[in-house]
């Protein structure tokens, strides 16, 4: 299959992510002055990590349109651990309707959820 060229160039392709066993890093897919996505393989699973500078409405809408460019050009699922005290991070995912796979315990002995995009 050929690849289709990004017409946006703050949706960037996931060009020479190589990566060792053991190691791990976070690659800034989406770039926007009011905030950043980066996606992570970590143990075989795609995990997602925005970073918001500034949240509006007009944010939101560009948000949600590059979040839907992204999934599309991924094509399988993405994961994100949210802390379970995090109700403002969980109400964040399920507006974008990410749903909760597992329940887990931290490192920290904390719990957390993973979410997902798909079901």
């Known amino acids: 299959m050929q690849s289709q060229p990004v017409k946006d160039s703050a949706l ?10 053991g190691k791990t890093s976070k690659v800034p ?14 143990e075989n699973r ?14 939101k809408k ?4 590059d979040l839907k460019s ?3 050009l991924v094509g ?12 403002k991070l969980k109400k964040f995912a399920m507006s974008f309707d990410w749903h909760r796979k597992a329940e887990v315990m931290c490192l920290d002995g904390s719990r957390a959820c993973i979410y997902s995009n798909q079901e």
């Open 76 to 87: 399988f699922p993405m994961f994100a651990l949210i802390r379970q005290d995090d109700e």
């Open 29 to 42: 897919v989406i770039n926007r002055d009011d905030y950043t996505v980066s996606l992570e393989l970590f």
């Open 46 to 59: 795609l995990w997602f990590h925005t970073d918001i500078k500034r949240w509006t409405a007009e944010t």
């Open 12 to 21: 960037c392709p996931l060009k020479g992510l190589e990566l060792t066993q």
């Open 62 to 65: 560009r948000y949600q349109a």
């Open 70 to 72: 992204l999934e599309s």
